[in-house]
């Protein structure tokens, strides 16, 4: 490492440490995690008071919150932070208008989160579901340790949403089921003596029921209303250990695909350029994927539910063509 790169990165450590984005850095590398938002002041006391020795940001664990809108993902963003990071609210919309990461100490772990919008709705724009990916691919610059799939145990929609897991897997490739962990919201809608087993048991949508057999022992609930501090802790604590062993399974190291390395290594290429080289490969893939979803939903056109993503995922792929 050069004298100089050493010196960049004691600045820039510096400029984020005093919550400044590093005004240095020349437009064509500025990376999104280089525009920080200052923490408030009560969030940093409650940073500081988890801070332990070990944590350094060489091991931090990135996450990638993912599902439809209105299942919680925000608020379970804001849970696993333990502060209010992230808007969240009623609403007939969608709160979260694009992908954003905060970050914050956690049982003395730093933990990066990305909050994503509905993502998972087959009626998004195809340009913009590029846009919000290709953010995410910004944000996580050296990886993701964990994709977590955001469901609600009031959503009906589960087909919906198996579907659109299966299309990340077509999307990222088969690599990326070793990193899902799946969270349930509304644990607190639930009757007051039911597991979260029961609910899988008896009330989860069958394609949902079917599909998370094999990561049973990576789902987690969460009641995101909940007051009581002794309950908020232990399902971040749950939920970091599943984190813990799905890090352990994959040998420590973070997903990153294709996409990934060629927007993060350096190359002769400009940062503006080598993203947009990632863009048009993230459309293309998308196009690809939303063609396989298609056929294979096609298959099984008899199902009324699957007629309409057949129909949405059709409109989809006439919005890929005018990427
Ligand atoms: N009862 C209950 N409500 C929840 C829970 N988690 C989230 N909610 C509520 O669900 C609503 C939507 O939450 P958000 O976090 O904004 O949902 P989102 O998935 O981020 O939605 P978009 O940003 O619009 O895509 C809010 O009113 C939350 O308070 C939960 O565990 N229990
Ligand atoms: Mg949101």
């Given at each position: ?9 004691l ?10 984005p ?19 002041k009560?969030?940093t ?5 988890n ?9 931090a ?7 439809n809108?209105?299942?919680?993902v ?6 696993i932070?333990?502060m ?9 919309g969608s709160v ?16 990066k989160?990305?909050d994503?919008p509905?993502?998972f709705?087959?009626?998004l ?5 590029v ?7 910004e944000?996580?610059?050296?990886g993701?340790?964990?994709v ?19 299309g990340?897997?077509?999307l ?6 070793d990193?899902l ?6 644990g ?9 087993d ?23 609930l ?7 501090d ?6 971040v ?6 984190v ?11 997903y990153?695909n294709e ?21 048009d490969?993230v ?26 993503e057949t129909?949405a995922?059709?409109m ?5 063509a005018i990427?």
């Amino acid at each position: 490492m050069s004298l100089k790169e050493i010196c960049n990165g004691l600045r820039c450590w510096f400029d984020k440490f005093r919550g400044a984005p590093n005004p240095r850095q020349m437009d064509s590398e500025r990376r999104p995690e280089d525009t920080y938002t200052s923490p408030t002041k009560k969030e940093t006391t409650r940073s500081t008071e988890n801070y332990s020795a070990s944590t350094t940001s060489n091991n931090a664990l990135t996450m990638a919150l993912l599902g439809n809108t209105g299942n919680g993902v925000s608020a379970t963003g804001n849970s696993i932070l333990k502060m209010p990071a992230f808007e969240s609210k009623r609403s007939s919309g969608s709160v979260t208008s694009t992908s954003e990461m905060k970050d914050a100490v956690v049982d003395g772990k730093l933990v990066k989160v990305i909050d994503t919008p509905g993502l998972f709705n087959f009626l998004l724009r195809a340009d913009f579901v590029v846009k919000e990916i290709v953010k995410c691919i910004e944000s996580a610059k050296d990886g993701i340790h964990a994709v977590v799939v955001v469901l609600s145990v009031r959503s009906p929609y589960s087909k919906e949403e198996v579907t659109a897991i299966q299309g990340l897997k077509i999307l990222f490739g088969d690599k990326i089921s070793d990193y899902l962990i799946f969270v349930f919201t509304g644990g607190d809608e639930l009757e007051d003596d039911q597991t979260l087993d029961d609910y899988l048991e008896d009330e989860c949508p069958q394609p949902l029921k079917e599909f998370l057999k094999s990561y049973r022992d990576r789902t987690v609930l969460f009641d995101n209303k909940t007051k009581n501090d002794e309950k908020k802790d232990n399902q971040v604590k749950q939920f970091l250990s599943i984190v813990d062993t799905v890090v352990a399974k994959n040998g420590g190291k973070p997903y990153k695909n294709e996409f990934f390395v060629q927007l993060h290594e350096r190359t002769d290429k400009t940062y503006e350029e080598r993203l947009k080289e990632v863009r048009d490969k993230v459309a293309s893939k998308l196009k690809q994927t939303i063609s396989k979803l298609q056929q294979q939903l096609a298959e099984e056109k008899s199902d009324p539910e699957l007629a309409r993503e057949t129909k949405a995922l059709r409109m989809k792929l006439k919005d890929c063509a005018i990427l």
